[in-house]
């Protein structure tokens, strides 16, 4: 079986203004990712790299980072990401439709997944996405995580049960 995570950064992995506690119980972490400064949940990504070694899992980053993600954000926070691919917004500047959707759906063209995963915190705003997920059906989950807090212990277990399971 093949299977996809389309992994987003900003509102998923490092939340925007976190305060508090993380949803996973312990003190946001700190890490300076190349010019930027990060907040992390250490559980989080301890969640993500152990997901990631799930057998015939690919994971793919698709972020306005972009190739950042790997080459920075990754060495900061400790994930295992570093090799992953990612997927860049391709075209001229301000055309229709979001570049996410658009880079996701080559991929999966060109890729042919049996199951794909797609955690984006904007996704939840997004209608042409979710229309489009809907033909999909069962083949395709969406996650889009609280922005302020990141993906939650419940979204992360959701996606390692829907990439682990069954193909419809």
Known sequence: ???????????????FGPQGRTGWGSAWRRAHAGMLPVAFAAELVAGL???S???G??????????????????PAVGLHG??????????????NGWWKLAALQEDVEATRPDAVAWIDDQLAF??????WAGFLGR????????????????????????LEGPVF
Not at 58 to 71: F, G, H, K, N, Q
Not at 126 to 131: D, K, L, R
Not at 152 to 157: D, Y
Request: glycine share 8%; with cysteine.
């Open 139 to 162: 083949r395709i989950l969406t996650v889009s995580p609280d922005p302020r807090q990141g993906i939650s212990p419940a979204e992360l277990a959701g996606v390692r049960a829907f």
């Open 53 to 55: 070694r799930t057998p």
């Open 126 to 131: 997004e209608a042409e996405a979710q229309h």
């Open 49 to 51: 790299n152990a997901l």
């Open 82 to 95: 570093s090799r992953w691919p990612f997927l860049t917004a391709d075209g001229p500047p301000g055309g």
């Open 1 to 15: 079986m093949k299977r996809t995570l389309y992994l987003d950064v900003d509102g998923v992995i490092c939340p």
């Open 57 to 74: 899992l690919r994971c793919v980053w698709l972020t306005s980072w972009e190739e950042l993600a790997p080459r920075y954000l990754c």
